[in-house]
């Protein structure tokens, strides 16, 4: 992460690299030689001319500020989060998909062989389960426009192992969207990730592409269509890959299925639905017989217990969702992945709130912090949270709270 202290031309060189251009492209956007960016970004050659520093910048899509090491306070889409640049990159590659694969491009682009393109998804999963968003930014930038190719024209595979690192890519940049607040772009993402699983051999990878669907569809406030989509394919799922006797990477899409049904039925306020789905999902876990990461669902009894309480947050139980979280072993909830466990801090955080404990629901929130920065510094609702929790504590928040108060901008 770019960082305050660094030298200016290390910060050049993050930003130019967070765009996505080499040396050379960002020398032809400022009208200067490659060697003239090179020594900037080493340090060599010192920038001491503010109308300098301002082209730079504004080729970079940036405030000069930001190259003087002012960087303005965080709030989502600053810092440690994509961008409205970046955003607006993964959009443009999103509508463009269908003729991306057709060369319209000034030049043909160079197909990138299956085995490296899979490498390439492999990072950008992990990169989005430490919360790492420019990271996963980058990758999905390049991605988006690199698989439609490979699809088209693969090299060391086939067209439909292309079509299924695709369905992933999709579901990467749905999920990533969905937690900045760009639920409409979400949505179409994650159909893209369904067209795109049609292509593939893989039916389970149409099966956790659904629950982007209907994550998408709860962030735009459509709960009981997220309901039905989430049951009606994990009936069609279980039934056709052998009930109980399914393999382990089926009962996970399924559980995970199951799961995103109970959240949908919590915010449709459908309590017994909601409870029904749980339960199923209790007995799926049971099944596997221990937390796993088949198909990057993190599926297994410790999740299912996570999603317990969340669902217990939405339907304003926080109470019983603070008692399930004091039941969760510590060991099995250190095990899942750093974005997992900070979406449960934060719905701890909400938890808190509802029952009126801020001192409580300031540690919640510092602790997903911790686990996983830009969960909290990037999502519109860890900031709204922070709003709550200062207001509550009547200008008096602990240290530790006011420290990531100011690092998220919420302080005036």
Not at 22 to 32: E, N
Not at 43 to 55: A, N, P, Q
Not at 208 to 233: E, K, P, S
Not at 283 to 303: E, W
Request: contains cysteine; glycine residues 8%.
């Amino acid at each position: 992460m770019e960082s305050e202290t660094q030298p200016m031309g290390r910060r050049v060189a993050y930003w130019r690299q967070r765009r996505g251009m080499s040396q050379q492209v960002f020398a032809d956007r400022i009208g200067k030689s490659k060697s003239w960016v090179d020594k900037i970004e080493r340090g060599v050659r010192r920038l001491d001319k503010y109308s300098v520093i301002t082209e730079l910048a504004e080729a970079l899509s940036i405030d000069a500020g930001q190259l003087l090491g002012r960087e303005p306070k965080r709030r989502p889409g600053l810092g440690g989060c994509l961008d409205q640049v970046e955003v607006e990159s993964i959009r443009q590659s999103l509508e463009r998909y269908e003729r991306l694969g057709r060369f319209l491009e000034a030049a043909p682009i160079e197909p990138t062989p299956i085995p490296e393109l899979r490498g390439a998804v492999t990072y950008a999963w992990l990169a989005f389960e430490k919360g790492h968003y420019p990271v996963v930014a980058r990758s999905l930038i390049q991605l988006l426009r690199d698989t439609p190719v490979a699809e088209e024209n693969p090299i060391g595979g086939t067209s439909a192992d292309a079509a299924e690192l695709l369905t992933q890519v999709y579901q990467i940049a749905s999920t990533v969207l969905r937690k900045l607040g760009e639920a409409q772009l979400a949505w179409l993402a994650a159909d893209r990730a369904i067209s795109a699983a049609q292509r593939g051999n893989d039916p389970l990878l149409a099966g956790i592409a659904t629950t982007r669907v209907a994550n998408a569809l709860r962030a735009l406030g459509r709960y009981q269509a997220a309901l039905d989509l989430n049951v009606q394919v994990a009936h069609g799922l279980i039934s056709g890959t052998g009930g109980e006797s399914a393999g382990p990477e089926a009962i996970s899409v399924y559980g995970a299925l199951l799961l995103q049904g109970a959240m949908a039925a919590a915010l449709a306020g459908e309590s017994a639905t909601c409870s029904d789905l749980l339960d199923s999902a209790d007995r799926a876990a049971a099944i596997l017989g221990r937390d796993a990461n088949h198909y990057y669902t993190s599926f297994g009894p410790t999740n299912v217990l996570l999603h317990r309480a969340a669902a217990l947050v939405e339907l304003g139980e926080g109470a019983d969702a603070l008692a399930v979280h004091d039941g969760i072993d510590r060991a099995a909830l250190g095990d899942l992945v750093a974005e997992r466990r900070a979406h449960h801090y934060l719905d701890m955080a909400r938890a808190c709130i509802q029952v009126g404990d801020i001192e409580r629901a300031g540690r919640a929130l510092t602790a997903a912090e911790r686990t996983a920065p830009a969960e909290i510094r990037c999502r519109p609702i860890a900031v709204e949270l922070m709003d709550q929790i200062l207001h509550r504590a009547k200008g008096q928040p602990t240290p530790e709270v006011r420290r990531l108060a100011e690092q998220m901008g919420a302080l005036n």
